[in-house]
Nanobody, 115 residues
Framework: VQFVESGGGLVQAGGSLRLSCSAS????????MGWYRQAPGKERELVAR???????NYLDSVKGRFTISRDNAKNTVYLQMNNLKPEDTAVYYC??????????WGQGTQVTVSS
């Protein structure tokens, strides 16, 4: 299983970014996918997840600002992030939810929000 994240960058507070994650080595349409993030000095946390049927769940702090979606034909999951805040600064990763013991992490994509 392999994940390749992209789309991060440096934005000002209030700005937007769209992250993409391409997955391979798995039957993508059959798994729940999640976006996770890890800020400096903090543990990795689940930001959003999307079921095989499209049901979504979000971390309270991002509700109303972030939207997770998936394209099963492209084996890709997206995270649209609007009204970004400095506290959203982190490295963002995708992976299955829950994470199988055998899964590794991709390189992630850095999101930096300046105030």
């Amino acid at each position: 299983v392999q994940f390749v994240e992209s789309g991060g960058g440096l934005v000002q507070a209030g700005g937007s970014l769209r992250l993409s994650c391409s997955a391979s080595g798995m039957t993508f349409s059959l798994v729940v996918m999640g976006w996770y993030r890890q800020a400096p000095g903090k543990e990795r946390e689940l930001v959003a997840r999307i079921s095989t049927g499209g049901t979504t769940n979000y971390l309270d702090s991002v509700k109303g600002r972030f939207t997770i979606s998936r394209d099963n034909a492209k084996n890709t999951v997206y995270l649209q992030m609007n009204n970004l805040k400095p506290e959203d600064t982190a490295v963002y990763y995708c992976n299955e939810f829950p994470i199988p013991f055998s899964n590794s992490w991709g390189q992630g994509t850095q999101v930096t929000v300046s105030s």
